[in-house]
C-alpha cells in the first residue's frame, strides 16, 4: 500500500516562493512516472507537472517557466519548487503517479495560497 504526503504549501504574497515535497511510503517509487496536481476551489483537478523515471519534464503552461519539477528516487520524494508565484496558482497542490491507470490514494494535499 502506497501513501502519499504532501507539505511545503502555504500562504505567500505574489511574486513569492515555495518548494513542495512528496514523500511515498512502500516500494516501488522509482519505476513510476509522477506528477504534481492541483486543485481550486470550485474548478477540477488539474495536471501541473511530470517527471518520468528518465527525469524528462513536462508543465501546464500557465506554469512553464516558472515551476520545476524533480525527484530523488533514494529518498522517494517528489519536489515541486515554484517561483513568482500568481494568485492563480492558489490551490490544494497533490502528487501521484502520471497516468491515471497507475493512480494510488490520494493524499490530502497541501494548501498554497497566494495572496497579497
Known amino acids: 500500500q502506497v501513501h502519499l504526503v504532501e507539505s511545503g504549501g502555504g500562504l505567500v504574497q505574489p511574486g513569492g516562493s515555495l518548494r513542495l515535497s512528496c514523500v511515498a511510503s512502500g516500494s516501488g517509487f522509482s519505476v513510476y512516472e509522477m506528477a504534481w496536481y492541483r486543485q481550486a476551489p470550485g474548478k477540477q483537478r488539474e495536471l501541473v507537472a511530470g517527471v518520468t523515471t528518465k527525469y524528462m519534464t513536462n508543465y501546464l503552461n500557465s506554469v512553464r517557466g516558472r515551476f520545476t519539477i524533480s525527484r530523488d528516487d533514494a529518498k522517494n520524494t517528489l519536489y515541486l519548487q515554484m517561483n513568482s508565484l500568481k494568485p492563480e496558482d492558489t490551490a490544494v497542490y497533490y502528487c501521484?503517479?502520471?497516468?491515471?491507470?497507475?493512480?494510488?490514494?490520494w493524499g490530502t494535499g497541501t494548501q498554497v495560497t497566494v495572496s497579497s
Open positions: 501521484n503517479r502520471l497516468h491515471p491507470i497507475n493512480w494510488v490514494s
